[in-house]
């Protein structure tokens, strides 16, 4: 795939009432307990309430953070020969910021996502780009009642089905349709209008951070968190513990 966007084989379509809602969704695999270890992306472009756009890529992780554990390939069934010729970090991230423009970023426990971001980017001795971000999973407590904030479960109660969980671009899509079916029923018409009426806080990313810094974020609780949660930075890497179940 060597980093060329790709389009998902299938994809679950919602008939929803129109919201003005314009944001990029976006979610990462990564190849190990690193942060900076992303190994693919997801990303769903919205305009006007409607997914316009989707594509998504295989990444080879950077140097030191590119072995593939068994525990991460259980997961998503990604392993190194997959990324062998697919470029570094550093050199696809234009891609990604050419894909979501100034968008407001969504994805669902976005503080993982917005960890791989940081972290890639420290790891490949370049700037963070600079995004504004809100999490799906803040605005599905807020929007639903259920006994688990899963992404299935959260995409499902949004109306949104049968998606390959842990494949970028699906999760990406779901994570979108969480948002979209949100703001339609909380009478929002921007991501800033959404996170104001819900009172959650819109995060920023993008402060060039020194190479051996690599930021905490706090998890999600273990039954609404599909990601690896975050541990205490290790050298040289961010490490997270061995995720207790697969979701």
Request: charged content about 20%; hydrophobic content about 45%; glycine content about 6%.
């Amino acid at each position: 795939m060597n980093g060329v966007p790709f389009r998902a084989a299938s994809v679950v379509r919602v008939n929803i009432e129109h919201v003005p809602m314009d944001f990029t969704a976006i979610d990462f695999e990564t190849a190990n307990s690193s942060a900076a270890s992303a190994c693919s992306v997801g990303l769903v472009k919205v305009r006007d309430g409607e997914v316009v756009d989707r594509a998504g890529w295989l990444i080879k992780p950077p140097f030191g953070h590119d072995e593939f554990t068994e525990w991460n390939t259980r997961i998503h069934g990604i392993m190194a020969p997959d990324v062998a010729d697919a470029k570094l970090w550093s050199e696809q991230v234009d891609d990604i910021v050419a894909f979501a423009e100034g968008d407001v970023l969504v994805a669902h426990n976005a503080g993982f996502d917005m960890g791989v971001i940081t972290a890639a980017c420290t790891a490949s001795y370049i700037d963070t780009p600079e995004y504004a971000y809100l999490c799906s999973l803040q605005i599905a407590r807020k929007t639903y009642h259920l006994e688990s904030y899963r992404l299935p479960v959260a995409a499902m109660a949004a109306g949104f089905e049968d998606f390959k969980h842990h494949d970028a671009i699906a999760d990406a899509e779901a994570c979108a349709h969480i948002v979209i079916h949100a703001a339609r029923r909380h009478d929002a018409y921007d991501p800033e209008s959404l996170a104001t009426t819900l009172g959650i806080r819109i995060g920023r990313i993008g402060k060039p951070a020194p190479p051996t810094s690599v930021p905490w974020i706090p998890p999600a609780t273990a039954a609404d968190s599909d990601a690896p949660r975050w541990a205490i930075p290790m050298q040289p890497a961010l490490r997270m513990p061995a995720h207790p179940t697969l979701y």
